[in-house]
């Protein structure tokens, strides 16, 4: 009976928070994506039969490789996750690590099972705090135990999957350092008998990094970088891996993104993998530690809430006066805007007739435009490491025109974006989340600087071009196009 009340509970809140219309296509959405990951435990068990390594290999890539500190912030950790997380760690086939706990419970459970494995394995190490100093004080407590060349992130009761360690040394190996690496994750019950909703990430993509914390769980870093940013801050608890992470990849140089379920998030009653409304204030940290990387990189922008909770808007500042248009039509003519139709065909030529500040290109015809839609293009393209924005798109079916492709995808259980309809948001939300993209979509803005002295370009050569000269495409959903029936 408690958990029919509870379920119509969050049944109420969800309605108010989405509206009937948004909570049905959301309900759709996660039953068809719970149909295609219906094979997921099956894949993952292959998956890591397949990337089981031979002891002889990594016992020698242990020998050359980083030390690699695991930090873990405990707080009355209960005592089987406890266990599971500790032995996730200690048993990884690579095995130059060190398990650093720092302990804030006012309770002795943690410390009497730590010191238990240590006692075994002297790779643990284990400090119980005068206090609890909060998520953020416990892990740079974590952090000042640790003495490897690099640290990982791990919550207190999740795991690492087996052969973490060794993807993440070997990646290190083969970029020759990188500074930051990270991994795609899935989440696991209680019990630890049932893997599901995987995340299969991008390769790193700043611009999707700010609709989201995408990035999350593997977390792997210099601990020196670490250190240079100046570790957590307390004042954005609940969202500080975020915040740690944003501040991490403005420094780095080279951020890997590895393309494997390596990290189980446990899912349980407290926790915002089983419950997104038991943590609401992470979210609102969440949003400021978005708002303060706007701030560092000088980008004007307002961090805005989406109907998602820990999924964002960003609206850029623009220098521009309002463009108050809402065809194609009454485009034509706007100062410093040039309007080009074009084919579908990819190889089809576009014929660039003038200079001008910006241009339009779109292969809809007729069409209806969302309020504001050239502010949000403009907007994105104004920033100096833009060279390209892509709007949503809606055919005459109200579906998708185009897919939205993101470099570094592997997702054996995904489908292309192409045809989702008007009010699904697709894997992640991403049909609806600002994100750097490899292709555009059949509407974007292009800055005209970039076309100068050219008369014709297919648009092969256009994406060719701009990334060339390094800069980036992004895609801004808020920028929305109705093709017209």
Same mark, same amino acid.
């Given at each position: ?47 890591? %039969? ?209 393309? %494997? ?159 989702? %309809? ?29 076309? %100068? ?33």
């Amino acid at each position: 009976m408690k958990r029919i009340i509870s379920l119509c509970g969050r049944g109420l809140r969800y309605v108010r928070q989405y509206g009937p219309v948004l909570l049905y296509y959301k309900i759709k959405e996660r039953k068809q994506r719970n149909q295609a990951e219906a094979g997921y435990e099956a894949w993952l068990q292959r998956e890591l %039969k397949e990337e089981n390594t031979a002891p002889e290999e990594a016992r020698a890539l242990a020998e050359r490789g980083p030390l690699i500190s695991i930090l873990v912030p405990a707080y009355e950790t209960p005592p089987v996750f406890l266990r599971e997380m500790i032995e996730s760690v200690l048993n990884q086939s690579y095995d130059n690590l060190e398990l650093c706990i720092a302990d804030g419970s006012p309770s002795h459970t943690v410390e009497q099972i730590a010191e238990e494995y240590a006692r075994q394995d002297s790779r643990l190490r284990y400090e119980r705090l005068p206090e609890n100093l909060g998520i953020s004080g416990n892990t740079n407590a974590a952090l000042s135990m640790a003495k490897g060349e690099y640290v990982g992130l791990l919550d207190h009761d999740d795991l690492l999957l087996p052969g973490a360690l060794y993807e993440v040394a070997k990646t290190l190996e083969e970029t020759k350092g990188a500074d930051a690496v990270y991994t795609d994750e899935d989440k696991v019950d209680m019990e630890l008998t049932h893997h599901f909703q995987p995340h299969f990430k991008p390769d790193f993509n700043e611009e999707y990094l700010l609709s989201n914390n995408y990035i999350c769980h593997f977390f792997v870093v210099r601990r020196q970088m670490a250190l240079e940013v100046g570790g957590f801050r307390e004042e954005f608890d609940g969202a500080q891996d975020y915040d740690f992470i944003l501040r991490c990849t403005e420094k780095a140089e080279k951020v890997i993104h590895i393309p %494997k379920v390596l990290y189980s998030w446990r899912c349980h009653a407290s926790s915002t993998a089983a419950n997104p409304e038991s943590k609401l204030y992470a979210y609102e940290a969440g949003k400021r530690a978005v708002a303060a990387h706007l701030e560092r990189k000088g980008t004007p922008g307002e961090v805005l809430d989406t109907s998602n909770y820990g999924f964002h808007r960003i609206r850029f500042s623009r220098k521009r006066p309002e463009i108050l248009i809402n065809s194609f039509a009454n485009l034509n003519g706007q100062t410093g805007i040039k309007v080009v139709y074009y084919g579908k065909a990819c190889n089809n030529s576009v014929i660039i007739s003038e200079n001008c500040d910006y241009m339009l290109f779109t292969c809809v015809q007729k069409a209806r435009l969302s309020k504001g839609f050239m502010e949000e293009l403009i907007s994105s393209c104004e920033r100096p490491e833009i060279g390209l924005v892509c709007a949503r798109v809606y055919d005459k079916r109200k579906r998708l025109s185009s897919d939205i492709l993101l470099k570094g995808v592997r997702d054996p259980f995904g489908e292309s974006m192409k045809g989702l %309809k008007e009010g699904c948001t697709g894997y992640f939300h991403r049909a609806v989340l600002h994100q750097e993209v490899e292709a555009p979509t059949d509407c974007f803005l292009v800055k005209g600087e970039l076309l %100068k002295g050219k008369d014709r370009i297919t648009l092969e050569e256009l994406c060719a071009a701009i990334k060339k000269q390094g800069y980036r495409m992004v895609y801004n959903p808020w920028a929305v196009v109705y093709e017209s029936r």
